[in-house]
């Protein structure tokens, strides 16, 4: 698109708008949640690599773009159902459907779009069973947490987790056309870190929830419960976390790795639980701890997921 100007001599000259038609670009990349579908394509990604079997590397390479596209169109899905207390969250009031620049039905009809292209375009390239778990990624994502637990329970994120625990089974089952023990150990440790992870976030932007009236456990029991409750399942992840290596479904690389990480993620989850705090469990410090387990978690998870298939490839 363009305008035109007067020059110096009084001709007339194009101006572009391409700063404005990248501008609109990176909304409509921003409704895909970019940073949440990185790490939602690496475990997916991994998933396939450590599968028994092959799969062409062009069908390989699609499976991975519609693992990632399912997961940003949940997110475009999910920006449209949460405009409202979007649009009251500091966090999240500059998002393009707040913020007024994609309209909600734009939203919602790119969300289903890329959704149900995902799906039948992993079915076409893989099987149908990696399509149906694809499909179930989504719907549990949409229905499940977005639609039904979030604003309902502050089990919300324990129980939606799931959701973005589905793509090494999905990537597994793309490979294999079926489940065994190591994708479901995947899952579980996806699904355990979910709640540390977000719970620290929550902890220093729980007066947004708070403001929406979302049920975020630091809003309904408190900050003293909720980083009981981040210790509780980082013990409980840690465990989980060792049991490929201690079954003998991955090497020495993934086992030093989980036991390393895993006691750097123990060590930020008792700071959360021991930093200065008020009577009600409030940090005197500004969550500092809190913000420091929430960027920590980021890097465990990734750190794991890239240790199983270095571990693949380079086994000790």
Known sequence: MSDTTQTATGASAPVTRSGEDLSEVRD????????????????????????????NPVLAVVAVLCIAVAAGAAGAINMWYDRDIDARMRRTARRPIPAGRITPEAALFYGIALSGLSVMLMGLATNWAAAAWLAGSILFYVLIYTMWLKRRTPQNIV??????????????????????????????????????????????????????????????????????????????????????????????????????????????????????????????????????????????????????????????
Request: glycine share 10%; charged share 10%; aromatic share 12%.
């Open 28 to 55: 409509w990349i921003a409704l895909l949640k970019p940073r949440v579908v990185t790490l939602v394509v690496l475990t997916g990604i991994v998933g396939m690599i450590v599968a028994p079997g092959q799969l």
């Open 159 to 316: 129980i939606g987790g799931a959701a973005g625990a589905f793509p090494p089974v999905i990537g597994w089952v793309a490979v294999t056309g079926g489940v065994d023990v190591l994708p479901l150990i995947l899952f579980a440790i996806v699904f355990f870190w979910t709640p540390p992870h977000f719970w620290s976030l929550s902890l220093w932007a729980h007066g947004d929830y708070a403001r929406v009236g979302v049920p975020m456990l630091p809003v309904v029991a408190g900050a003293r419960e909720t980083r009981r409750q981040i210790m509780l399942y980082t013990i409980v992840l840690f465990v989980i976390a060792l049991l490929p290596w201690a079954l003998g479904l991955a090497g020495a690389i993934y086992g030093v790795t989980a036991l390393v990480a895993g006691l750097g993620f123990l060590f930020h989850a008792w700071r959360v639980l021991r930093e200065e705090q008020d009577e009600t469990g409030r940090s005197l410090l500004n969550d500092t701890a809190a913000r420091k387990a929430f960027r920590f978690s980021l890097l465990h998870l990734a750190a794991l997921f890239a240790a199983l298939a270095v571990d693949y490839w380079v086994p000790l």
